[in-house]
């Protein structure tokens, strides 16, 4: 089992910078690809970016391709740096964590966190 806390939403202006943070725990955390997802008001949950659990291979939703970047490091904590950020990225952020295939397709994912909010402002 894998437990997954979320910290680093918030507000940001357009075109600033936000990081969030995933810190994974539990027997698989080590073993598992971690991705993030995202939900706004009235829309499905979306596909925003992945990675391997040894950090070799990235995915990311065309969407925010060259303006967020997802990395890991060795305490099984995710980030995602989300610069340039544009009013449509607002919406709440969802980490989860998998054993399974493909990383970039909500139904793979096992394990998720509680969900953090982001607000970018125009």
């Known amino acids: 089992q894998v437990q997954l806390v979320e910290s680093g939403g918030g507000l940001v202006q357009a075109g600033g910078s936000l990081r969030l943070s995933c810190k994974a725990s539990?027997?698989?955390?080590?073993?598992?690809?971690m991705g993030w997802f995202r939900q706004a008001p009235g829309k499905e949950r979306e596909f925003v970016s992945a990675?391997?659990?040894?950090?070799?291979?990235t995915y990311y939703a065309d969407s925010v391709k060259g303006r967020f970047t997802i990395s890991r490091d060795n305490t099984n904590t995710v980030a995602l740096q989300m610069n340039s950020p544009k009013p449509e990225d607002t919406a709440v952020y969802y980490c989860a964590a998998t054993t399974g295939w493909p990383l970039t397709v909500a139904t793979s994912y096992i394990y998720w966190g509680q969900g953090t909010q982001v607000t970018v402002s125009s």
């Open positions: 990675i391997t659990w040894n950090g070799r291979n």
């Open positions: 539990g027997r698989t955390a080590s073993s598992s690809g």
